[in-house]
């Protein structure tokens, strides 16, 4: 029998810290929320405070979580501060996981109701 070849390349642990630390800041809701909301492109924090319904105070807090992780980013255009996605990988990773989780529900609503 052959060996199987994993393309995977095992990460290191510093890089395991790295990816533990993004999924950290993926862990909360509020975040997700702010990813979410920037799926269709750049916001203004006021635009982003009203697609998220979070308070400027909290929002301003899960940005700078989201920027420190490398998830988001922001661009200063005179007094106007305007959020971006940063990591284009995050868009194919929510594709993933939701993906998963809407075929789960699918199956279940499929063995609880018979469809």
Known sequence: ?????????????????????????????????????LMGGALGMSELAEATGLQQSNLSRQVTELERAGCVARMREGREVTVQIADPTLAKLCELVCGALQRQANKERARLYGR
């Open 1 to 37: 029998m052959a060996p199987r070849i994993s393309p995977h390349t095992p990460l290191s642990e510093a890089q395991l810290e790295l990816v533990a630390e993004r999924f950290r800041a993926l862990a909360v809701p509020s975040r997700l929320r702010v990813l979410n909301a």
